[in-house]
Structure formats: structure tokens, C-alpha cells
């Protein structure tokens, strides 16, 4: 199971990057403790950071990625909380 858990830490966070732009498609830099790393976009349900911007444009996020355009997501607050949700 730790292995498992390592992995799925791995596969989340694979590339350091300086900018959204540095990192694979269907990924966003994202700081996490203060240091930068690709991280995959989230999905309904996950939490999720706000954007004005195209993704690509933003150079970095703060502690989770933006929500995955192309899945119809968008990030809204809910109970104090940044959450992907289905655009209406």
C-alpha cells in the first residue's frame, strides 16, 4: 500500500517546472510548500484554484491546480473552498 501511495504521489506531482507553461498538457504548475511542481488539473469534485487567464498564460498556481477546461469544470466556491463543479 505504501508503495502504492508513492506512486500516486509521484504520478501527481512528476516535474518541477518555473512556469504553466514548462509542464506537460493536462497539467498546471502549481506551488505546493513553497516549491513549484507540474501537478495534473482537477477533476469534478477536486479542489481547485481560480484563474482569469487561459491556463497556459498563468505562470503559476497556488496549492492546487485550475480545473480541467475541456471536462466542461469550472472553480467555484463552495463552504469556503474552491471546488470543480460542471458549468451550467
Known amino acids: 500500500i505504501l508503495v502504492l501511495a508513492c506512486y ?10 518555473e512556469k504553466t507553461k514548462d509542464c506537460p498538457h493536462g497539467q498546471a504548475c502549481v506551488t505546493l510548500d513553497g516549491s513549484p511542481h507540474c501537478k495534473e488539473l482537477a477533476r469534478k469534485g477536486q479542489l481547485c484554484s ?3 487567464k487561459p491556463i497556459r498564460e498563468v ?5 492546487y491546480p485550475p480545473c480541467y477546461p475541456e471536462h466542461h469544470l469550472r472553480c467555484k466556491e463552495k463552504n469556503n473552498r474552491y471546488v470543480c463543479v460542471k458549468q451550467e
Open 50 to 52: 481560480p484563474r482569469t
Open 8 to 17: 500516486a504521489s509521484y504520478v501527481e506531482m512528476s516535474e518541477d517546472c
Open 59 to 63: 505562470d503559476t498556481f497556488q496549492d
